[in-house]
């Protein structure tokens, strides 16, 4: 399953380049602020809402750019990805929009929703065990199969560099920030930031928020070299992946901090993003929140963009609704 | 309780001047749209979301508009007015930035929530028993009291013409909008649309959406006078309130056509749109999609803007969890 596209470090030419193929493909989305928020962290929070993109996650980007950057040999066999989550509904959503097939090897278990999107989208699910052996061995099946490219959901470079758009947009949208924070789970979102404001804004802090419970990359990021957790249990469904040698060259190299919030410190934020901002978003993108609450002397006074991940949400099972 | 104010019927330059004045203290909303939505409605559909106003609802236009247009001798005095929700909270928000009292009478059965917002905003309120007699004696009782300037929740001509600003902007943000739709309750909203696109858009069609169950302004534009229904019971619960003479006029001359939907049909749109366009918004927000969906020969192949009028929700308690 090694793949070439997975060993180069993306570079800011990489981001450029993204920037203008995913364009037709992807939103601009909006940037919200609340007072209520502002005044009860002591900082001025700009929310980056990847929530509003039409598939629901920014993970969009760096699949749109996999996707559109394909040549059309490659392109007529399509894409292929192990996923559960947002990265099969994204890959799925803009394979969908270039018409070539897209591969998707989920676990059995995940929720049926998912799989629901993924197929409207045009995506084709192969179901495996929820193991990292049924897993691998499926999807080299899959792959063999159809000749599909692989697309890693985080360490692959043009990943990286399209998430690496986020946060171009997001300087470009609100002036004068001075730190950024965004959730972190196999890190294509913070190593995108940090690819871009490295090279845009080298003096902004980056934040990565982690949940207490998956606190791999704090551990990682504390130790000074990767630590993979096996099976983390968290409410923050997107952020159970272990770091790999891609994103972790830009965490261990560029990541200010990394903080970490507790399951009640998340659902608590989530609830009140809900309510103070009104935008129906995922447990994950509640964590950047919770450890800006938790960690007032870090943020106070500052200008401080919040990157809001996902929103496919299970409405029918909210977590302060028991 | 009558007011000079409440007799008159805003201009066109009313409008532009409450653009003017509101303008520092007001966001200018995002407008957000969803391939699946359209996809299912056979339209194009552009949501202004004025869930994301400060306060959380649409009505901080026109609240900030008397507020703000207020001389200095009047200011001092402060507002007044009797409402049991968005407007409660509109106008003690805008009360509280121009640093002057508001004074809300609200029912003692109004949700819990919504007084606590409106105290956060610095209003006072005070009690009255949930019926029309205790309402009017005690504003009479609280206006006398305090000489607060009455600010009707939508029949005041300084409320539809802040009101009048959200279209105002949409017409600006998204070209060639062929119809724009919002739901009907007392008119506020739609006397605002109706007074701009009049002026500067005078083909474009306007659509009122109303529960079925509160279908008052429905039978009033069908009968050619209003028809005031006393105690309407819907999910919907900012669209109770009847017409009165300055939303009558706004529309009988300008609406296009008033639709209809069942609490079913407003709750399964309401639950579509927190799951597509991922925003919080309240079930009367959802009365324009529902109807659209129910009469697709009205929209198909149009380019409709949607007000989402307000995002002010009991989180604990959403109308698709049993």
Redo the contacts between chains.
Sequence with gaps: MKDMNETRIPTFDDVLAAHERIKPHINRT?V?K???LNGLTGADLYFKCE??Q?P?AFKVRGASNAVFGLDDEQAAKGVATHSSGNHALCLSYAAGRRGIPCNVVMPRTAPEAKKDAVRRYGGVITECEPSTSSREATFAEVQARTGGEFVHPYNDPRVIAGQATCSLELIDQIDGLEAVIAPIGGGGMISGTCLTLSNKAPGMEIYAAEPEQADDAYRSFKAGHIIADDAPVTIADGLKVPLKENTWHFVSNYVTDILTASEEEIIDAM?IT??Y?????EPSCAVPLATIIKNPDTFRGKRVGVIVTG?NVD??K?P??K
């Excluded at 901002?277 to 978003?281: S, T």
């Design positions: 909006p919200l609340s007072e209520y929530n509003f039409e629901g609830k809900w309510k901002l009104r935008i129906v978003m929103g409405l029918d909210l302060w609704i």
